[in-house]
Nanobody, 126 residues
Framework: QLQLMESGGGLVQSGGSLRLSCAAS????????IGWFRQAPGKEREKVAC????????EYSDSVKGRFTISRDDAKDTVYLQMDNLTPDDTAVYYC???????????????????WGQGTLVTVSS
């Protein structure tokens, strides 16, 4: 059974960078579309990026487009979220999640297929 684990969170100053990693602690990501989501205190969870199984399909929210880059390394069975030019508004717990396709995230029909990691905290100081 697939289990996901995020790493790479921490405290960074505004304008700085972090790279988050999503790896499978059990199973493999080879058949997964992986989405990165974040949830700030008092706010709804937001999908910030997604990468398809092949790696050719990429999606970004408007709030991170041009600053965040999602990628996958199949040899390492890991998906990354490179976050540059961070601002305090990026402070949140970041989660990676699996589904078969990026477009399936959030759809009630396919919600049962989602697998989520435990999250990693990113704090951006001003």
């Amino acid at each position: 059974q697939l289990q996901l684990m995020e790493s790479g969170g921490g405290l960074v100053q505004s304008g700085g960078s972090l790279r988050l990693s999503c790896a499978a602690s059990s199973g493999t990501l080879h058949y997964s579309a992986i989405g990165w989501f974040r949830q700030a205190p008092g706010k709804e969870r937001e999908k910030v990026a997604c990468i398809s199984t092949s790696g050719r399909g990429l999606e970004y929210s408007d709030s991170v487009k041009g600053r965040f880059t999602i990628s996958r390394d199949d040899a390492k069975d890991t998906v990354y979220l490179q976050m540059d030019n961070l601002t305090p508004d990026d402070t949140a717990v970041y989660y990676c999640a699996h589904n078969a396709f990026c477009m399936w995230f959030g759809l009630p029909t396919y919600k049962a297929r989602e697998v989520w990691g435990q999250g990693t905290l990113v704090t951006v100081s001003s």
